[in-house]
């Protein structure tokens, strides 16, 4: 019996190498234009001008090195204050829109006519433009003619009246629960592919060993459900950091920087200071801190649902 011709191993790596078409590349060079040009090269840009006192209109500017940003993290009160308001909101809005948004799709997963509904329903606030979604909620909260108050007063709770958005220990909360109004039929869209997802003799086979409906959640549901989850904090985080539209629309920030976060104050700090080098200090600052919770709720959420962080 003739041995087999033995191939040499170079011919094995040339064979398994992929060989890519240049004529390919042309397909990728307009978004990668695109890219370079509105994401790399600002992004580049900002953190240039971070370094200078440009005041975004003249053509001169001088450089300055790290003194924005000694500034900002020494002695800017209204940066720190936008920072912890920042905060506030972002935990407010992931928390509560994660877990109603979670709710509302283990209540309405069955594809049945009322589900799909109700999924409508509970969707369409998510249509809305941000401004949009403020005036509502503007007039919800309005202390004369809003319909919060105007509902305490039916059922004869008059002593809970307050001007809501006036108030600045709490306006900033009441913003969330606008925040988390327009955005929760989104998320739940998302669990609810996540849901659909898995099998159903994952249940049966729970059934059968006697666990309850908390332990298929925490040993079946929530585990499985960990990429729809990491889907719906991450994006939710980034976009309570960028509720821009709904606050400056709202309040603009106040009373006495009640409700300012991160993108209002850049806006201000740039547009209506003319402070540009400082508005980049505070956006790069800005970019760096979504980065770092992004990773860190990561983590949380892998270990939470017992896969570990991977």
């Known amino acids: 019996m ?19 078409d240049p004529l390919l590349l042309v397909f990728l060079a307009p978004a990668a234009v695109i890219y370079l040009w509105f994401v790399l090269w600002p992004t580049v840009q900002a953190v240039h001008y971070s370094l200078t006192d440009w005041d975004g209109i003249s053509a001169g500017y001088t450089n300055v090195g790290l003194d924005n940003y000694t500034n900002l993290l020494t002695n800017d009160s209204v940066f720190a204050k936008a920072v912890g ?9 992931v928390i509560g829109q994660t877990v109603l948004s979670l709710l509302l799709a283990l209540m309405l997963v069955r594809n049945s006519r009322t589900s799909v509904a109700l999924r409508a329903l509970f969707f369409f606030p998510t249509i809305l433009s941000s401004v949009s ?33 006036g108030d600045q220990q709490l306006a900033i909360y009441y913003l ?6 327009f955005h929760t039929g989104q998320m739940m869209v998302v669990f609810i592919a996540g849901l659909q997802q898995i099998p159903e003799e994952l249940y049966d086979a729970a059934a059968i060993d006697g666990a309850g409906r908390w332990q298929q959640f925490s040993q079946v549901t929530f585990p499985l459900v960990r990429p729809a989850t990491m889907i719906v904090v991450a994006y939710t985080t980034i976009q309570s950091f960028k509720a821009f539209d709904l606050i400056i629309a709202s309040t603009g920030g106040g009373p006495n920087y009640a409700t300012e976060i991160l993108s209002t104050l850049i806006y201000t700090s740039a547009f209506r200071n003319f402070e540009m080098g400082y508005a980049a200090a505070r956006s790069v600052i800005f970019v760096v801190l979504i980065a770092v919770i992004t990773v860190l709720q990561r983590r949380a959420v892998a270990l939470a649902s017992g896969g570990g962080d991977r």
């Open 2 to 20: 003739t041995a087999p011709a033995r191939v040499p191993a170079g011919a094995i790596r040339r064979r398994h190498r992929r060989r890519v």
């Open 133 to 165: 979604v403020a005036f509502i909620w503007t007039f919800i909260y309005d202390p004369t003619f809003g319909l919060a108050n105007r509902l305490l007063a039916g059922v004869g709770l008059q002593s809970l009246q307050q001007p809501w958005l």
């Open 176 to 181: 969330a629960i606008a925040q988390i109004w």
């Open 85 to 93: 308001n920042s905060f506030k909101f972002m935990l407010t809005v």
